[in-house]
């Protein structure tokens, strides 16, 4: 069955206990709000450390979600972000500002967008940030009127000659685009970053929904402020619901430079993503963009919908990428929420991450994308170890040992001599979650094999990431899971998924790479060479600080070589 299959038998006390009371649904129009606790201020000295993140963003204290409009701009990296300063559940929402000489340490500054004028008297919500030429910053928000209408606003930097852009203005001729005749303003919301048109025109989209139609409306302009909603949508599908945080951009068929939104041609291909309110998880296609018409189309290799491309198939939602002009680079940012309840987020004092920004690129069979976390967090390396030539059999564990487990930085390469024992696979597996679900980690032919994460000394708590090789008809099948079920002792308030993917690679060479970045409370792993990327957030109970254990191993028939292990110690970064 497919995910959502899945998710309609939990209707009722599972479905709202596991992904409202526990924190998972709350952006944007199905918040769960918890008014008794959106303003409770935890004291900083009592901020609790454990499964606290020391390299993945995050604030001092308090709740975040969405990051927004992510920029380059005069030498520095800014991100503005979702954030309650008041208390570790979503509510009194401000865009915070961060910013970066390298995306990896960050420097906090006041708030740049706060609920102020009556066109966001009611709620700023996402948005995007567009560089016009002259280095001119112009943010496009989502503001909620008196009428509790969703809106869009534009906020302009007061002073230019400023590299940080501490102070932000909003035009009192907002609202510059409302949702008119039509358009159901209670889900419309996130317009993008800009791109510019030969015609001279700026374009954005704007997110929304028609019935159960997902919907990406258009808009030009000439100025920047006065915005004229196209006949057409970009692009819309039915049956997928609400699109939150829709992103557009250029990739070009070969390479991995980045791409200014405005590039088109023959020699680029378009990505188009959407966050989908409905399942809370994002998906995206690649296809043509055609400007003359403005439409998107995609290519038939891609699918709309919670069946289709993810940029990740585990926590990440509400992602934004930017075009990053100094090292001419796409870098993708996404949100990871809790997977704990509200309750236990406001004892710790804050809730959510911001995953690793990732550089992404168009792969070369030009059907999907690759990422790869930026080469900046490298500098965080510290001490290294290094394995070589292991060979694993069934049921073989080899320690990692001489680094510090809880917070690492991991790449291996296994490689096996034959597919021969390789499990038939089920085509009724459509859906990667349910098949890793199933068949978890048990014993199989080739695999599970991978890594153990976050374990505890006697392996009674682990998060395993690992590989499964299945033989279809005329092909193998490649499965990738992060399975947080034995993630941890504690049992109530957490949500503990298996989150997997497939992984479409070519196995003629009978190699496959992982690498996991483990971060107390996260497990954010890139199989293959950054085809399939999974997220899990994890709380162990004994596997923690210096008790925390990394084990490769192999539960398959087939033996399994780890041909290179490269693990180090990661220090933390300057985080706000």
Known sequence: MNLFTFLSLLLGFSFFSLFINNGVVFVDALHKIYPELQSIQTDASVIKPLHRTRFHFQPRRNWINDPNGPMYFKGIYHLFYQYNPKGAVWGNIVWAHSISRDLINWKPLKPAIYPSKPFD?????????????????????????????????????????????????????????????????????????AWLSKSGHWKTVIGSKRKKRGMAYLYR????????????????????????????????????????????GNWVKHVFKVSLDLTRYEYYTVGKYFPKKDKYVPDNTSVD??????YDY??????????????????????????DSAQD????????????????????????LKQWPVKELNTLRGKKVVLSHQ?????????????????????????????????????????????????????????????????????DEFTPVFFRIFKAHHKHVVLMCS???????????????????????????KKLSLRSLIDHSVVESFGGGGKTCITSRVYPTKGVFDDAHLHVFNNGTEAITVEYLRAWSMKSARMN
């Open 121 to 193: 008297i009611n709620g700023c919500w996402s948005g995007s940030a567009t560089v016009l030429p002259g280095d001119k910053p112009v943010i496009l928000y989502t503001g909620i009127d008196p009428q509790n209408r969703q809106v869009q606003n534009y906020a302009i930097p007061a002073n230019l000659s400023d590299p940080y852009l501490t102070e932000w203005i909003k035009p009192d001729n907002n609202p510059i685009v409302d949702p008119g005749p039509g358009v159901n303003a209670s889900a419309f919301r996130d317009p993008t970053t």
């Open 221 to 264: 302009s000439r100025d920047f402020v006065k915005w004229t909603k196209a006949k057409h949508p970009l692009h819309s599908a039915a049956n997928t619901g609400m699109w939150e945080c829709p992103d557009f951009y250029p990739v070009p068929l070969r390479g991995k430079l980045g791409l200014d939104p405005s590039v088109t």
């Open 305 to 310: 919908g919670w069946s289709g491309l993810r």
């Open 314 to 339: 585990g926590n990440f939602y509400a992602s934004k990428s930017f075009y990053d002009p100094l090292k001419k680079r796409r870098v993708l940012w996404g949100w990871a929420n809790e997977s």
């Open 345 to 368: 987020d406001v004892s710790k004092g804050w809730a959510g991450i911001q995953l690793i920004p990732r550089t992404v690129w168009l792969d070369h069979n030009q059907r999907q």
């Open 391 to 459: 060979k694993l059999l069934k049921g073989h564990t080899v320690e990692v040992k001489g680094i510090t487990a809880a917070q690492a930085d991991v790449e291996v390469m296994f490689s096996f001599s034959s597919l021969d024992k390789a499990d038939p696979f089920d085509p009724r597996w459509v859906d990667a979650q349910a098949a890793c679900d199933q068949l978890g980690n048990s014993q199989g032919g080739v695999g599970p094999f991978g890594l153990l994460t976050l374990a505890s000394e006697n392996l």
């Open 483 to 509: 399975d947080a079920r034995s993630s941890s002792l504690k049992e109530e308030g957490l949500y503990k998924p298996a989150f997997a993917g497939y992984v479409d690679i070519d196995l003629s060479r």
